[in-house]
């Protein structure tokens, strides 16, 4: 009887290790190189028609080697990026990146760790990185927090945790169904996913009002005490204001403490949208500019901004870890928590997000 023809073992592994590291090599390389010249590069150039092109090609239905990928890059991707590594990059509100930066997201990638929970060493860092938050911007230990693309996910989570807290849990299950209108309140210098928070958290944008700003482009205290007043006498139940560490537009900050004194005295969740410039705190010379941002509920903030950490990385902190935690913990089977081995390190960071 004739032996069974062996089945080749199948594997993502590389078939030559080292061909695989030479190649990456070159690929670092040239990485390091562009980053060393770019200074002496154009900020910004229009791709080819040609280039652009080759992104409208035939789904392939076989492999391609690493080297040729490689090949397309620099010649079709590489010499069109958007221009916001280069130090004459004015535009927007973008952070740089760094070199070392660079290198991070490699060990980042060679990890490949899914950080939505259980219990390994990335989800320490993710901690860490917390409790230095904490410390930067005066919140207290109780206060939570986790990694996100960017502010615009972290405005979000802020408003979702202060529509909770409003509401009560039954607000997970039952949604604004019922009860009074909840109303939001911002300046008209808010960035643009505030409105679009409001509207995916149920609140409508018809449940925000957008406030005037003064003469320094802050939010209109009086104009706000006003607009707080009209709404209870309409039978609404205003519940969260925005405050800006500084504005896109003229990159204002609002009087913080004047907002922190004034959530106080309405019994209204502060919230501050902290992407511009929230990261000043740490500079000797502006930190005064931020007081009162210690005082906030909930605090969105990026540092792929001013700290040129790479993209994607905002983050959002509550002050009540308790009150985030029972937002968006869920008691799926597939999630369960054990006491010891990699299920454990509760409570994960999925639980807050």
Not at 53 to 75: I, K, Y
Not at 149 to 172: K, P, Q
Not at 264 to 277: I, K, Y
Request: charged share 20%; net charge negative; proline share 5%.
């Amino acid at each position: 009887m004739a032996e069974p023809t062996p089945v080749p073992e199948e594997s993502l592994d590389p078939a030559d290790w080292n061909a695989l590291r030479a190649q990456g090599h070159r690929m670092l390389d040239d990485m390091v190189d562009f980053l060393a010249q770019l200074r002496d590069r154009p900020l910004w150039q229009r791709m080819p028609d040609a280039a652009r092109a080759r992104f409208s090609e035939a789904l392939p239905t076989g492999p391609s080697e690493l080297a040729a990928v490689h090949e397309a890059f620099l010649r079709d991707v590489m010499p069109f990026s958007g221009g916001n590594l280069h130090p004459g990059f004015m535009g927007w509100v973008q952070g740089g990146g760094t070199a070392a930066g660079m290198f991070a997201e490699m060990l980042a990638g060679a990890l490949n760790a899914n950080c939505g929970g259980r219990d390994h060493a990335a989800i320490e860092v993710e901690r860490q990185i917390l409790r230095w938050s904490r410390e930067i911007f005066g919140f207290p230990e109780s206060a939570s927090g986790i990694f996100v693309t960017g502010t615009s996910m972290a405005n979000f989570i802020g408003l979702l945790v202060a529509r909770r807290a409003a509401r009560g849990i039954e607000v997970r299950r039952e949604g604004l169904a019922g009860g009074k209108q909840l109303v939001a309140y911002t300046s008209t210098a808010a960035h643009g996913c505030v409105p679009t928070s409001a509207d995916m958290a149920g609140i409508g944008l018809d449940g925000l009002r957008m406030i005037a700003t003064d003469a320094h482009h802050r939010i209109d205290l009086a104009a706000l005490r006003g607009a707080i007043a009209a709404d209870r006498r309409a039978g609404h139940q205003p519940f969260f204001v925005v405050g800006a560490a500084g504005t896109v537009d003229a990159g204002a900050i609002d009087d913080l403490d004047g907002l922190a004194d004034l959530a106080r005295d309405e019994g209204l969740w502060l919230h501050v949208d902290g992407a511009l410039g929230a990261l000043g705190v740490l500079a000797p010379d502006l930190a005064l500019l931020f007081k009162g941002i210690e005082r906030a509920d909930s605090l969105a903030f990026d540092f792929h901004k001013w700290a040129q950490v790479p993209y994607d990385s905002g983050f959002i902190m509550v002050r009540d870890g308790a009150l985030h935690q029972s937002t968006f913990a869920s008691p799926a089977s597939y999630l369960r928590r054990e006491t010891r081995g990699l299920a454990g390190g509760s409570p994960w960071p999925c639980d807050f997000g």
